[in-house]
């Protein structure tokens, strides 16, 4: 049975998913499309960029997306981190790794 708490919950979700996150499209590993709602942060740490999905939607490993004409492979992050260090209830977060060539099993052979 839901509570007063869990409804919140879900409005919450859903005012933040509309609020800052668009509709994208997430390859899964058997093929087919999933849309998902979210949005990508992005983020520079000792000169490198780093891009993050943070969604509410619980996505299987060796899913891709398309950004910009390239494919990036989702890595499960863990909880977005919260205020206080402690984990969001409310958002999944993803590393996007680019996908190249020479690169098998999400590691370069090189």
């Known amino acids: 049975m839901k509570s007063a ?3 919140a919950r879900q409005l919450i979700r859903a005012s933040i998913q509309q609020c800052f ?3 994208l499209v997430v390859m899964l590993p058997d093929g087919q499309q999933k849309k998902i709602q979210g949005y990508i942060k992005y983020q520079s740490s ?3 960029a ?3 999905l943070l969604t509410a939607s619980c996505l299987p490993p060796l899913s891709t997306m398309m950004i910009k004409g390239k ?3 989702l890595v499960f992050s863990g909880p ?3 205020k206080g260090n402690k984990d969001s209830q409310l ?3 993803y590393v996007l790794n680019l996908s190249q060539a ?3 099993h999400d590691f370069s052979e090189y």
């Open 102 to 104: 020479g690169i098998k």
């Open 80 to 82: 977005e981190q919260g």
């Open 5 to 7: 708490f869990d409804d």
């Open 21 to 23: 996150g668009c509709e």
């Open 46 to 48: 000792e000169g490198h």
């Open 71 to 73: 494919r990036y492979s």
């Open 91 to 93: 958002q999944r977060e």
């Open 50 to 52: 780093i891009k993050r």
